[in-house]
């Protein structure tokens, strides 16, 4: 069983840059796949960045890519968003998501354990 609970949302401008943290309990969290998701009011939850087990391979939506970066401290037991030049769009519930499948999964039922969510709003 593994418990995620992600921290750093908040309410910023068109431009800024935010930090997001998952931070994951148990003792084997080196072998999940790690992916944020985000849902907007009265949308389906859409894939935002996945990053293997390694760290070694990462995948992005493309509305995000040059702007956002997925990392994961394997010795903090913890994953992060960083996000850039935030836009309006981005405004969301992000959700950090753990998988077993080898790779960067894109597909959230590919996901095993999910956390509760941070919001994320983005004015412009």
């Known amino acids: 069983q593994v418990r995620l609970v992600e921290s750093g949302g908040g309410l910023v401008q068109a431009g800024d840059s935010l930090r997001l943290s998952c931070t994951a309990s148990g003792r084997t969290f080196s072998r999940y796949a790690m992916g944020w998701f985000r849902q907007a009011p009265g949308k389906e939850r859409e894939f935002v960045a996945a990053?293997?087990?390694?760290?070694?391979?990462?995948h992005y939506i493309d509305s995000v890519k040059g702007r956002f970066t997925i990392s994961r401290d394997d010795a903090k037991n913890t994953m992060y968003l960083q996000m850039n030049s935030l836009k309006p769009e981005d405004t969301s519930i992000y959700y950090c998501?753990?998988?077993?499948?080898?790779?960067?999964?894109?597909?959230?039922?590919?996901?095993?354990?999910w956390g509760q969510g941070t919001q994320v709003t983005v004015s412009s």
């Open positions: 998501a753990a998988s077993l499948i080898e790779g960067s999964p894109v597909g959230p039922d590919l996901y095993d354990y």
């Open positions: 990053i293997d087990g390694h760290g070694w391979n990462t």
